[in-house]
């Protein structure tokens, strides 16, 4: 079986020699392609229902940005090996001294351990390593007492061939069905592997996949990354071409939904996702995708520039710049969180390296996993310690790239700037993001009234510098190679909130093809059901006018309904209604105030185009007054 880094190595060694997406050509690969392509070129229309059903009545399941926590994933990509217990131990100890007070509250196995033999009469793993002393239950109080959370890395759909030789081990709660009945011979994750996969057709299957999902959940695991989810679906490899048996997509859709309804709040990080159709099953079942290649050694190459142009099929996107970028129109309050892979601080060249990687996935909203050890790190925790970078990531900060056009980033590299991204705070402060990818020096610059919307010049605070830069109507900044400028920006006055940096879900998305708008642009394709806008809003418990800056033209009277959820937990807060008359033309923006109740921390305001609802609205800009 090839591990996570002879696969790797097979990924790099296509990039050096030029992207060939071996096996494209036969109908399989073919199929990958056009569905690929089709939902890239579509995906406004595309969004899934049951999740924009859910965002639309104010109780979303989930919420960005994502965890921040320590993975096994550097030890064992060095080594090619599973991570000695006493090695994880060391490292348990010295993340909860270490990162656990700035805010870091899990740890996570990874990979390497497809040799794992010893299960339970259900067929479950019972631990990371079969020489492992102790079993997950032990770890989970383990590091439970550490203040930790603990998450594990394994596939549901994976079955031991020891699980499957074994006729006394049967499939939970089905005592008539062995585990062996629910694979089909040869049907290994590559040729040869220790692991088979489950044939989600085969009666007891559903019973397999979610008990494994409450196996771990109920010993106490509150993360699961199940990874390998695009060679379930194809049996199809970017670097390595066919590695085993097509499921299809049918399957490995009821695959997922399963483990959601198993996982209960268990978070379920979705890793190697062929991610069709802008990824509306994954956006639907996971709580984070992966959208990008694997972080392997890291360094600057992988961060920044391995390939940038996208394919149909896993990975899209090569690196974290273009993944974060080509996703960040599905990201935000409420949505899916995106994830980078973990972060290897110490393989950067130099500190302002440093700096861009950790500012990038600030800027994205994204889970920020540790992949150094206790051993490797040297003096460099210190750049995920830094607490007013922590302060914005812990506020809810889940930005975007700056957006020159609506149209999709894979079919124009043009249309959003990788290098500049903005996001916006719950209490209205902005945070800016600069970076320079190349290899020489260059300026970068924000402008605070045509970009972020600003009347007058607001005070700016370097977060990296912990220095106040003064009051200023905008923001230019020479950067070194390689190097970024991470800013807050607060402006005075009744705290606005621009539509173009909120969460978009259903058929909304950016435009700015109509004048008149403030900031970048507007959020517009309001106009179907399951379509909406979330921006998080903080300011007290209690009932708040909101003045909605907004445009109809359809004809005749328009309609959204608006919801307010606590951040947390999801609880819905409020209910209310926005009516906008129609004017002639969609430049005629008006002010449409309404009266939302808030609670007594950040809140989800959502703004949806419900069944109920009629025509549609063009939505620019939210401000509390």
């Given amino acids: 079986?090839?591990?996570?880094?002879?696969?790797?190595?097979?990924?790099?060694?296509?990039?050096?020699?030029?992207?060939?997406?071996?096996?494209?050509?036969?109908?399989?690969?073919?199929?990958?392609?056009?569905?690929?392509?089709?939902?890239?070129?579509?995906?406004?229309?595309?969004?899934?229902?049951?999740?924009?059903?859910?965002?639309?009545?104010?109780?979303?399941?989930?919420?960005?940005?994502?965890?921040?926590?320590?993975?096994?994933?550097?030890?064992?990509?060095?080594?090619?090996?599973?991570?000695?217990?006493?090695?994880?131990?060391?490292?348990?100890?010295?993340?909860?001294?270490?990162?656990?007070?700035?805010?870091?509250?899990?740890?996570?196995?990874?990979?390497?351990?497809?040799?794992?033999?010893?299960?339970?009469?259900?067929?479950?793993?019972?631990?990371?390593?079969?020489?492992?002393?102790?079993?997950?239950?032990?770890?989970?109080?383990?590091?439970?007492?550490?203040?930790?959370?603990?998450?594990?890395?394994?596939?549901?759909?994976?079955?031991?061939?020891?699980?499957?030789?074994?006729?006394?081990?049967?499939?939970?709660?089905?005592?008539?069905?062995?585990?062996?009945?629910?694979?089909?011979?040869?049907?290994?994750?590559?040729?040869?592997?220790?692991?088979?996969?489950?044939?989600?057709?085969?009666?007891?299957?559903?019973?397999?996949?979610?008990?494994?999902?409450?196996?771990?959940?109920?010993?106490?695991?509150?993360?699961?990354?199940?990874?390998?989810?695009?060679?379930?679906?194809?049996?199809?490899?970017?670097?390595?071409?066919?590695?085993?048996?097509?499921?299809?997509?049918?399957?490995?859709?009821?695959?997922?939904?399963?483990?959601?309804?198993?996982?209960?709040?268990?978070?379920?990080?979705?890793?190697?996702?062929?991610?069709?159709?802008?990824?509306?099953?994954?956006?639907?079942?996971?709580?984070?995708?992966r959208i990008d290649n694997d972080a392997s050694y890291g360094t600057w190459i992988i961060l920044s520039q391995i390939r940038q142009s996208w394919q149909p099929i896993w990975s899209q996107w090569e690196n974290p710049f273009a993944g974060f970028t080509g996703f960040s129109d599905v990201s935000g309050p409420g949505q899916v969180i995106l994830d980078g892979d973990p972060v290897a601080i110490s393989s950067y060249g130099n500190d302002g390296e440093r700096e861009t990687a950790v500012s990038l996935f600030t800027m994205a909203g994204a889970a920020l996993a540790i992949t150094d050890r206790v051993d490797?790190?040297?003096?460099?925790?210190?750049?995920?310690?830094?607490?007013?970078?922590?302060?914005?990531?812990?506020?809810?900060?889940?930005?975007?790239?700056?957006?020159?056009?609506?149209?999709?980033?894979?079919?124009?590299?043009?249309?959003?700037?990788?290098?500049?991204?903005?996001?916006?705070?719950?209490?209205?402060?902005?945070?800016v993001g600069l970076f320079n990818r190349s290899d020489d020096p260059a300026t970068k610059a924000i402008d605070f009234a045509s970009e972020l919307g600003l009347t007058s010049p607001a005070p700016a605070r370097d977060l990296w510098a912990h220095q106040d830069l003064g009051t200023m109507a905008s923001w230019s900044v020479d950067l070194a190679p390689h190097a970024c400028s991470l800013v807050k920006i607060t402006p005075g006055g009744p705290a606005t909130y621009q539509s173009e940096v909120g969460a978009w879900f259903g058929s909304a998305r950016f435009e700015n093809a109509v004048g008149g708008y403030t900031g970048l642009g507007y959020v517009t394709g309001l106009d179907t059901p399951g379509a909406g806008l979330t921006v998080l809003m903080s300011a007290g418990a209690g009932r708040h006018r909101l003045a909605c800056r907004v445009a109809n033209a359809t004809g005749g009277s328009s309609s959204l309904t608006v919801t307010t959820a606590d951040y947390d937990s999801g609880r819905l807060i409020g209910t209310t209604s926005l009516d906008v008359p129609s004017t002639p033309t969609w430049s005629d923006w008006q002010t449409r105030e309404i009266e939302v109740q808030l609670g007594p921390g950040p809140t989800m305001v959502t703004l949806a185009r419900s069944s109920s609802d009629r025509g549609g609205v063009h939505v620019d800009r939210l401000t509390l007054a």
């Avoid at 210190?382 to 990531?393: G, M, T």
């Fill in 376 to 431: 490797t790190i040297g003096d460099n925790a210190r750049f995920f310690q830094n607490p007013e970078v922590l302060a914005v990531h812990q506020a809810g900060l889940v930005g975007k790239p700056v957006y020159r056009t609506t149209v999709p980033f894979s079919l124009d590299p043009t249309s959003r700037d990788t290098e500049r991204w903005i996001g916006q705070l719950p209490d209205g402060a902005w945070v």
């Fill in 1 to 289: 079986m090839l591990s996570r880094r002879d696969l790797l190595k097979g990924s790099a060694a296509t990039v050096v020699g030029g992207l060939t997406l071996t096996g494209l050509g036969s109908p399989a690969g073919a199929a990958a392609g056009q569905a690929g392509q089709t939902g890239q070129a579509e995906h406004a229309e595309q969004a899934e229902q049951a999740d924009m059903a859910t965002v639309a009545a104010g109780m979303p399941r989930r919420r960005g940005p994502g965890p921040l926590y320590w993975s096994t994933y550097g030890y064992n990509n060095w080594y090619n090996a599973a991570m000695p217990e006493d090695v994880w131990k060391d490292n348990v100890d010295w993340v909860a001294e270490t990162f656990a007070p700035y805010g870091y509250r899990m740890v996570c196995t990874d990979g390497w351990c497809d040799k794992t033999a010893v299960v339970t009469e259900h067929g479950y793993i019972r631990s990371f390593q079969d020489d492992w002393t102790h079993d997950w239950a032990w770890w989970a109080r383990y590091v439970q007492s550490k203040g930790l959370d603990l998450g594990v890395y394994y596939n549901p759909l994976w079955a031991t061939r020891s699980a499957v030789a074994d006729p006394s081990v049967t499939v939970v709660g089905r005592p008539d069905i062995k585990v062996a009945d629910i694979v089909n011979t040869g049907d290994f994750q590559t040729p040869g592997s220790d692991l088979c996969w489950v044939d989600v057709t085969r009666d007891g299957a559903e019973e397999y996949v979610k008990g494994y999902v409450t196996y771990f959940r109920e010993i106490g695991a509150t993360f699961l990354r199940i990874d390998f989810l695009a060679w379930y679906e194809l049996g199809f490899d970017q670097s390595e071409g066919y590695v085993g048996v097509a499921h299809g997509r049918e399957a490995y859709v009821q695959a997922l939904a399963w483990m959601r309804e198993a996982a209960g709040p268990m978070q379920l990080s979705l890793v190697m996702p062929n991610l069709f159709d802008h990824g509306s099953a994954e956006r639907q079942y996971g709580d984070l995708i």
